[in-house]
């Protein structure tokens, strides 16, 4: 998870306007397992600071569950219910 963070921040700070073929040559084996996220990174609209409390916010419940500090089941109903509460009332005003 720390090559990924590293990556991420990386990724955030480029200002390179094709940082997606960059990082994916430099860093293909994590462009493999996390396409989707390391993509979302390379966005040029991303609000960033948004994006990186999201991602920090998964983290932390990856590493609970590591510790066995949560169950997997109740790290997926807690990231659930904080997606559910950004995303359906949106869906609905």
């Given amino acids: 998870?720390?090559?990924?963070?590293?990556?991420?921040?990386?990724?955030?700070?480029?200002t390179n306007t094709n940082k997606f073929q960059a990082f994916k040559e430099t860093h293909g084996d994590l462009f493999l397992k996390f396409p989707v996220l390391?993509?979302?990174?390379?966005?040029?609209e991303l609000d960033k600071e948004a994006f990186?409390?999201?991602?920090?916010?998964?983290?932390?419940?990856r590493?609970?569950?590591?510790?066995?500090?949560?169950?997997?089941?109740?790290a997926d109903i807690k990231v659930g219910s904080r997606l559910g509460?950004?995303?359906?009332?949106?869906?609905f005003k």
């Fill in 1 to 14: 998870m720390d090559k990924l963070r590293s990556v991420i921040y990386e990724i955030i700070d480029c």
């Fill in 38 to 44: 390391l993509k979302m990174a390379c966005e040029s």
């Fill in 52 to 61: 990186l409390q999201k991602f920090e916010y998964y983290v932390s419940m």
């Fill in 63 to 74: 590493s609970k569950v590591e510790k066995q500090e949560l169950t997997l089941d109740e």
């Fill in 85 to 91: 509460k950004e995303y359906i009332p949106a869906h």
